[in-house]
């Protein structure tokens, strides 16, 4: 469930560029803080439903639920000290959307005309330049005759289908999480203060960092995935022992590596992850290239 309202004369953070983003944590949820033109800032609150409902039941009001939350975070609290709220309060849930059609003859939707995921993560940029990319070697191969549209358009829709997706589930979890007494992501600034070696830890920074696909696109024609089981079962006893063990163990790096190609395995942007045959290359240019034809060629 999201709160939001606009406010007039309210400060940026001084020890970032200007227009930055702010973003904050309190028990229920979080708060963004998007600097718009005209003086204007985005101010709005990303709570539970659960939570939600809990208060208005409490014959709390929207203004006094969000303002009650910006009050309990001193970052965006300090950027309002001087503002004025010049709008009434919005609200909405559910926000994310996935179009039933992602491409047809004559064109393909990228970015947010494809689809959107709540902005917890910030992957707007990234899923519109990644879809970009995805876009350009489909049209370049049609265009080239390497590949028939209908092909292209199969490729581009699973492939950016499986991007989305695949941030989709980590959002969800981590809106799962909360139990309705001290949500995750006030507990995630805490825990943001340490290290930790777990593979799904891991996973989860490259996922929404943008690197896990950046590591798909740079990724070589011929390196092994035969350490990768390709079957979609759990580890086994001897591989969640390993886990427990200290880092740079061998069996735990192996097992860790193991856990997380499973929970996000690559796709699309190799050979091996090629979708109906189809993967994006750029040797010896940006194009969508046939697995078979290539490997044959390397034997």
């Keep these: ?7 007039k004369n309210a400060q940026q953070m001084s020890s970032a560029p200007k227009g930055v ?17 005209n003086d204007t800032m985005s101010v709005g609150l990303v709570t539970h439903k659960t939570t939600f409902k809990e208060k208005r039941q409490q014959a ?43 491409s047809e003859p004559g064109y393909f939707l990228a970015g947010d ?78 825990l943001a203060h340490h290290e930790y070696g777990s593979a799904l ?6 996922v929404v960092s943008g690197m896990e696909d950046l590591r798909d696109s740079n990724e070589t024609v011929g390196e092994s995935k035969a350490s990768v089981p390709q079957d979609e079962h759990l580890l086994d006893s001897r591989q ?20 997380y190609n499973k929970v996000f395995m690559r796709f699309s942007l190799s050979p091996e992850t090629a979708v109906d045959g189809l993967y994006v290359t750029s040797d010896p240019y940006l194009r969508l290239a046939y697995a078979q034809r290539d490997t044959s060629a390397v034997n």
């Excluded at 469930?1 to 406010?7: I, K, V």
């Excluded at 969640?240 to 856990?259: C, D, V």
Aim: proline letters at 2%; glycine letters at 8%.
């Design 113 to 190: 005309a494809a689809c959107f995921i709540d902005p917890l993560l910030s992957t707007g940029v990234h899923l519109a330049t990644f879809s970009g990319m995805l876009a350009a070697a489909s049209i370049g191969s049609i265009i080239r005759g390497e590949v028939s549209e209908e092909q292209a358009s199969i490729f581009y829709t699973q492939s950016y289908r499986h991007a989305y997706l695949r941030l989709v589930i980590i959002v969800s979890g981590l809106y799962q999480q909360y139990n309705g007494k001290s949500s995750y992501f006030w507990e995630a600034q805490e």
């Design 201 to 206: 830890n891991e996973a989860f920074l490259h």
């Design 21 to 37: 983003i702010a973003v904050g944590s309190v028990q229920d949820g979080w708060i963004w803080s998007i600097p718009l033109h």
């Design 1 to 7: 469930m999201a709160l939001w309202g606009y406010w």
């Design 240 to 259: 969640r022992q390993a886990l427990t063990l200290p880092e740079g163990h061998e069996e735990a790096t192996f097992a860790r590596s193991e856990l």
């Design 60 to 102: 709390t009001t929207l203004e006094q639920i969000y303002l009650e939350a910006i009050e309990s975070c001193p970052l965006i609290k300090g950027l309002l000290k001087d503002g004025e709220l010049v709008t009434k309060i919005s609200a909405e849930q559910d926000y994310s959307y996935l179009s039933d059609v992602f």
